[in-house]
C-alpha cells in the first residue's frame, strides 16, 4: 500500500515538473525578447502570491493535524500507563495467591507424611502390643520409642490443624 502511494506521489511529481518545463520552453520560444517575457511572467504575480497563501495555510492545516494527533498520542498513552497499573496488580495478586498455593502444597505434603508416618508407627506399635514382652526384651525400647514418636506426630498434627483453623494452643 506504501508503494502505491509513493509511485503516485512520485508520479505527480514528474508531471508538475514536464508542465513546468514545457511551459517555460514554450515562453522562451514563443515570446521574441526578455522584456517581453519579463511582462508575460507578471501576469501571474497574482496567482503566485494565492499559491504561497494556498501553501501557508496549508502549513497551518498541517500543523493543526499534528497538534491533534499528539494529543491522541498522549492520551493513548495515559490509557498505556493505566492498563500496566493494572496488569501490574493483577501479577501481584496472582503471585500472592501463587504463594498462598505453593504453602497449600506445603502443608498437604507435610499433613500427607506426617499421617503416612503416624500410620506406620501405629502398625508396628499395636503389633508389639499384642505380643507380651518380658521387661528385659530390647523389643520393649522400640516399643517406648515408637510411642514417643507417635506422641510427637500426634503434637505435629495438632499444630498444623491450629495453624490451618487458626486455633489457639
Known amino acids: 500500500m506504501e508503494s502505491r502511494h509513493f509511485t503516485t506521489v512520485a508520479f505527480a511529481a514528474i508531471c508538475i515538473l514536464a508542465v513546468q518545463v514545457a511551459f517555460g520552453l514554450a515562453v522562451f520560444f514563443l515570446l521574441p525578447d526578455w522584456p517581453t517575457r519579463g511582462q508575460f511572467g507578471d501576469l501571474f504575480g497574482a496567482v503566485n502570491a494565492t499559491f504561497s497563501g494556498l501553501a501557508f495555510a496549508g502549513l497551518i492545516y498541517a500543523i ?3 497538534r491533534e494527533d499528539l494529543a491522541l498520542q498522549r492520551s493513548e498513552l495515559e490509557l498505556t500507563r493505566q492498563e500496566l497499573k493494572r496488569s501490574a496488580a493483577a501479577q501481584e495478586q496472582s503471585e500472592i495467591a501463587l504463594r498462598a ?11 500427607a507424611a506426617t499421617n503416612f508416618l503416624l500410620a506406620e508407627y501405629k502398625k508396628e506399635l499395636d503389633a ?4 507380651a514382652l518380658r521387661a528385659n526384651d530390647p523389643r520393649l525400647i522400640r516399643k517406648s520409642e515408637l510411642e514417643r ?20 494452643p
Open 149 to 168: 514418636r507417635v506422641d510427637v506426630l500426634t503434637g505435629v498434627l495438632d499444630s498444623v490443624y491450629r495453624n490451618i483453623t487458626g486455633e489457639e
Open 128 to 131: 508389639l502390643r499384642t505380643e
Open 64 to 66: 493543526l493535524l499534528q
Open 101 to 111: 498455593q505453593a504453602e497449600s502444597s506445603a502443608t498437604s505434603a507435610r499433613l
